[in-house]
């Protein structure tokens, strides 16, 4: 049996110590539930993520709806899943990699997200209008044709997806350096080729964010992270 009080400690102490391993506690599940919980969520989310982009007026149409709430939800969610990058590296010692890592996060929650919004809430705006009739419907597909195909989102898409890779393989090199197992720092190459290379509709989404979950449970589970393991003696 385990216990925090130590040979010639008193209740006192004994106490602090304690409450530390209880805040430590709380912090470590929060941040596993941001690390895990963000691309579990959007590896399911994705399943049901359409790619209606041939066909809007037959498909984008009638799922107006649903197509707002998803980008909505998926608003957030890119967000939170900037922070998880930056969790995956969490304890580990400042470094530029270290650094890299979670300044490209954070220009992939803001780029990524501004691209997504676009490309998904403001279309969404716009099939809903056409499915209630308050847009004619071949305006708003015209419309929609040109936000797809715009320039300036693509332009944000594109930063974000380079940031995305860039978080990915900086902080990649920072848990090499820190001898975390190699396995899943390689596996790291595949949500970075899919969010890159691919669109995050299903299956592709659903690839990158699931097989980014798979890396943070092996790291997380495995490995385990020096910095929160807090071993109390035995006492005998």
Same mark, same amino acid.
């Given at each position: 049996?385990?216990?925090?009080?130590?040979?010639?400690?008193?209740?006192?102490?004994?106490g602090?110590?304690?409450?530390?391993?209880?805040?430590?506690?709380?912090?470590?599940?929060?941040?596993?539930?941001?690390?895990?919980?963000?691309?579990?969520?959007?590896?399911?989310?994705?399943?049901?993520h359409?790619?209606?982009?041939?066909?809007?007026?037959?498909?984008?149409?009638?799922?107006?709806?649903?197509?707002?709430?998803?980008?909505?939800?998926?608003?957030?969610? !890119? &967000? %939170?899943?900037? /922070?998880?990058?930056?969790?995956?590296?969490?304890? $580990?010692?400042?470094?530029? +990699?270290?650094? *890299?890592?979670?300044?490209?996060?954070?220009?992939?929650?803001?780029f990524?997200?501004?691209?997504?919004?676009?490309?998904?809430?403001?279309?969404?705006?716009?099939?809903?209008?056409?499915?209630?009739?308050?847009?004619?419907?071949?305006?708003?597909?015209?419309?929609?044709?040109?936000?797809?195909?715009?320039?300036?989102?693509?332009?944000?898409?594109?930063?974000?997806?380079?940031?995305?890779?860039?978080?990915?393989?900086?902080?990649? !090199? &920072? %848990?090499?350096? /820190?001898?975390?197992?190699?396995?899943?720092?390689? $596996?790291?190459?595949?949500? +970075?080729?899919? *969010?890159?290379?691919?669109?995050?509709?299903?299956?592709?989404?659903?690839?990158?964010?699931?097989?980014?979950?798979?890396?943070?449970?092996?790291?997380?589970?495995?490995?385990?992270?020096?910095?929160?393991?807090?071993?109390?003696?035995?006492?005998?």
């Amino acid at each position: 049996m385990y216990s925090e009080l130590m040979v010639g400690d008193d209740p006192q102490s004994s106490g602090r110590r304690e409450e530390k391993v209880q805040e430590r506690f709380g912090s470590t599940l929060g941040r596993r539930i941001v690390l895990l919980g963000t691309p579990l969520a959007l590896s399911v989310l994705m399943v049901f993520h359409p790619a209606p982009y041939d066909d809007i007026n037959g498909e984008l149409v009638p799922i107006a709806g649903w197509w707002t709430v998803l980008h909505t939800l998926q608003f957030v969610l !890119f &967000a %939170l899943m900037g /922070a998880a990058l930056w969790m995956l590296t969490y304890g $580990l010692s400042s470094s530029i +990699a270290l650094t *890299l890592s979670r300044l490209a996060a954070a220009i992939f929650v803001v780029f990524y997200d501004a691209g997504d919004a676009i490309a998904g809430i403001s279309t969404g705006i716009l099939a809903h209008a056409a499915q209630e009739g308050e847009l004619a419907q071949r305006a708003a597909v015209a419309a929609i044709e040109t936000i797809f195909h715009d320039p300036l989102k693509n332009g944000l898409f594109e930063i974000g997806e380079y940031a995305w890779v860039v978080a990915l393989a900086t902080a990649g !090199f &920072a %848990l090499y350096r /820190a001898d975390a197992p190699r396995i899943p720092l390689v $596996l790291l190459v595949v949500p +970075a080729i899919f *969010l890159k290379f691919f669109d995050h509709a299903f299956p592709y989404g659903s690839l990158a964010f699931g097989s980014f979950f798979v890396v943070a449970c092996w790291l997380e589970l495995e490995w385990g992270r020096p910095t929160l393991a807090v071993r109390p003696r035995r006492v005998s």
